[in-house]
C-alpha cells in the first residue's frame, strides 16, 4: 500500500470485521455457561483492538496532511493490521463452523464443543493481545513524529 489514506481506508473493513467477531463471540457467551466468561473476555479484547485500530486510521488520516510517516512506518503498520485482519477472520470462521447461526438451539452440543476449540480460540487471542500491544506501539510512534514535525516547523 503506498499512501497513509489507503491503510486507513482498509482499517474500516477489519473494523468491521472485528466488531462481528466480537458480538458474535459475545452472542454465543450466553449459551454456554463454562465458556461464557472466557468468551466474554475475548470479545472485550476484540473490541479493544478494533477501537485502536480506530484511533491509528484517525491518525493514517492526518497524517495525509501532514506527511510525517516514513514508508518503512507505513509498511509496518499495513503489516500489523493485515495480521489483525487475519485472527479476526480466523477467529469468525472458526466460531461460525463449530457454532452456526442456529447455535441457541443446541446448547448442549456447543457445551461440549466448547473444550476443542478452547485452545485455538486462546492462541488467537494471544495473539491478538500481542499485535494490539504494537499497534498501539505505532500509533504513539505516529504521533510523536507528527508532533516532531510541527515543531520543527514552528518558530
Known sequence: MADG?????????????????????YNFADTVSSAGKALKEISDDISLTTSVLQQLQAILESEKQHGTASKEALSVAEALVQECSK????????????????????AKLNFL???IIQPKIEIMRSNLEKHKTKLILMTQVLTLAKMAVSQSVLP
Do not use: M, N
Open 87 to 106: 485472527i479476526f477472520e480466523s477467529i469468525v470462521a472458526l466460531t461460525k463452523k463449530h457454532f452456526p447461526p442456529d447455535h441457541r438451539k443446541r
Open 113 to 115: 464443543k466448547w473444550p
Open 5 to 25: 489514506l489507503g491503510l486507513a481506508a482498509s482499517i474500516i473493513q477489519i473494523v468491521s470485521t472485528g466488531v462481528q467477531a466480537s458480538v458474535y463471540l
